[in-house]
């Protein structure tokens, strides 16, 4: 009987590392912050005057995408993709009046319904989908403004100034009585109350700004001066860029133009960067309590933009709708237990390929309908090469076009049904897209090779 017990014993001893090694690891975490309309004039994006030390903090702790583009340039197409995981052509969302659900369906299983229908605690705080159709998809909570405990104080507008989409304002409101602060602020008491929860928990905080108006505390205001502020003509753009550019490619807003001289313009780009830095501070509030909560660990953090937004780029161009890399290009930084510290991956990716890319980091399946790609193997080796064909960007206005970034060059092509125009800019040469090479002999092959990818990109979409 001795025997036999000692024999029991010295198995139980042998067993017991195969036991611990076969125990399921705790489920992660995940905290989605998005912004509204921010292009990457940040920080740890090589901006030389916007102050963004949190998002450069957060991309210190992760990898940051230098090559992240929105499937679409308007807000209610791009976070449709984002969040069901197809193009807008599968989609059938391209306007800010189109129902997410209108083409896929009621029983379509959005991205926060996924992570929901595996066991996860789902919450949205702020904008995440867009304003006009947040019914459409489905949170355990589901949020707009944290709670005030006192009724804000009034505040004062300091100075404004810019017109239409250009407007601004510096007021003296204290971070915690805006509303993405009481937001922020209200994101980070979720954190802490789910901090421990058996059930794992995915929040999505929204920041509203810095879409326009750029109206933000004085304090953002003062973190810069007008003499640190450049207009494109005074960064190299060519007086006559417009020259080789299809008039189709261009959304010309006038109020550029009207805006008045240079001095007024910088006016309002200082208070575009104003209202980065604010947000920036928003977001430190949520890295404060992910440091203080001790989330890290095991807590996947993205921070992302819907699209970008342009400053007067290409002869006077505002706000969004268009292909040129201002509108589509996005800051992207995600960090994961486990995965690459303080790299940058160079490899051309695109919005709705988060669904995926979280859904493996959390150890879920990732869904066959889905026409996005994980890039996990990027945060793995940043250097990897993903087979997911270049970046794909499209619009419907103007008849229609259909851009690729492969990281060397973008082609676009105008005219939705039959190509009527094209676009091709070499981006090592020219980064800034200021020469159209699409009738330049010197690049019919690479031209003609582009021509095939775009052709193999069109067919991606499922739904079509």
Same mark, same amino acid.
Request: with cysteine; aromatic share 10%; hydrophobic share 40%.
């Given at each position: 009987?001795?025997q036999?017990?000692h024999f ?5 001893v ?10 399921? $690891?705790?489920?992660?975490? %995940? ?18 005057? %916007? ?7 957060l991309?210190a702790? *992760? ?8 499937n679409?340039p ?10 069901? *995981? ?28 996924y ?5 996860y ?8 989908a ?10 355990? !909570?589901d ?6 405990t ?6 004062t ?15 003296t ?7 993405? +602060?009481?937001?922020?602020?209200y994101?980070?008491? !979720? ?19 810095? #879409?326009?108006?750029w ?5 953002? =205001? ?7 502020i450049?207009?494109?003509r005074?960064?190299g753009?060519?007086s006559?860029?417009r020259?080789?550019?299809?008039s189709?490619?261009?959304?010309y807003?006038s109020?550029?133009?009207?805006? +008045? ?14 209202? #980065?830095? =604010?947000?920036?501070? *928003? ?8 440091t203080?909560?001790? !989330?890290?660990k095991?807590?996947v %953090?993205?921070?992302a933009?819907?699209?970008?937004q342009? =400053?007067?780029? #290409?002869g +006077?161009?505002? $706000?969004?709708?268009?292909? =040129? $890399? ?8 995600? %960090?994961?237990?486990e ?12 919005l ?19 026409? +996005? ?5 990027l945060?793995?080796?940043?250097a ?10 499209v ?6 076009g ?6 060397l ?8 049904s ?21 009738k330049?002999?010197?690049y019919q ?15 991606r979409?499922?739904?079509?």
């Amino acid at each position: 009987m001795k025997q036999q017990f000692h024999f029991i014993l010295c198995l139980l001893v042998a067993l017991a590392p195969f036991a611990a090694s076969t125990e399921a $690891a705790p489920a992660k975490n %995940v905290l989605l912050i998005l912004t509204d309309d921010m292009n990457d004039e940040l920080g740890c994006y090589g901006s030389p005057v %916007v102050k963004s030390p949190n998002i450069d903090a957060l991309a210190a702790r *992760g990898v940051r995408f230098n090559n992240a583009n929105a499937n679409y340039p308007v807000c209610n197409a791009s976070r449709t993709s984002m969040l069901s *995981g197809v193009y807008p052509e599968s989609s059938q969302v391209y306007y800010n009046t189109d129902n997410p659900r209108a083409y896929l369906g009621p029983d379509w299983v959005m991205l926060p319904e996924y992570f929901h229908n595996q066991g996860y605690y789902t919450a949205r705080v702020g904008k995440v989908a867009h304003d006009t159709f947040v019914q459409e998809f489905h949170w355990d !909570l589901d949020r707009e403004n944290g709670p005030v405990t006192k009724t804000p104080p009034p505040y004062t507008t300091v100075a404004k100034g810019g017109i239409g989409l250009l407007s601004w304002s510096a007021t003296t409101q204290l971070d915690e009585h805006t509303q993405d +602060g009481r937001n922020a602020r209200y994101a980070a008491q !979720l954190l802490e109350q789910r901090k421990g929860q058996a059930q794992p928990f995915f929040i999505a905080m929204g920041f509203r700004k810095p #879409h326009t108006p750029w109206t933000v505390p004085i304090k953002y =205001f003062d973190m810069y001066s007008t003499a640190q502020i450049k207009v494109p003509r005074e960064l190299g753009e060519p007086s006559n860029d417009r020259a080789d550019i299809p008039s189709v490619a261009l959304t010309y807003n006038s109020e550029w133009a009207t805006l +008045g001289s240079n001095a007024e313009r910088r006016k309002a780009i200082l208070a575009a960067y104003a209202s #980065h830095s =604010f947000v920036d501070a *928003g977001v430190g509030v949520l890295l404060d309590a992910l440091t203080r909560l001790d !989330l890290w660990k095991d807590t996947v %953090v993205v921070f992302a933009s819907d699209h970008g937004q342009h =400053f007067g780029e #290409h002869g +006077g161009l505002i $706000a969004k709708h268009t292909l =040129f $890399a201002e509108a589509t290009r996005v800051p992207f930084i995600i %960090v994961a237990p486990e995965k690459s510290v303080a790299e940058v991956a160079d490899a051309p990716v695109e919005l709705l390929d988060l669904y995926p890319t979280l859904a493996e980091l959390c150890g879920l399946p990732i869904p066959n309908e889905n026409e +996005g790609v994980s890039l996990v193997p990027l945060l793995n080796d940043p250097a990897a090469e993903i087979h997911n064909g270049p970046a794909y960007s499209v619009v419907r206005r103007s008849g229609g076009g259909r851009s690729i970034r492969n990281g060397l060059y973008r082609y676009t092509e105008w005219g939705w049904s039959k190509p009527k125009a094209a676009e091709l800019y070499d981006l090592q040469a020219d980064p800034s897209e200021y020469t159209n090479q699409a009738k330049n002999s010197a690049y019919q092959s690479i031209l003609t090779d582009l021509q095939g990818e775009l052709a193999l990109a069109k067919q991606r979409p499922s739904l079509k």
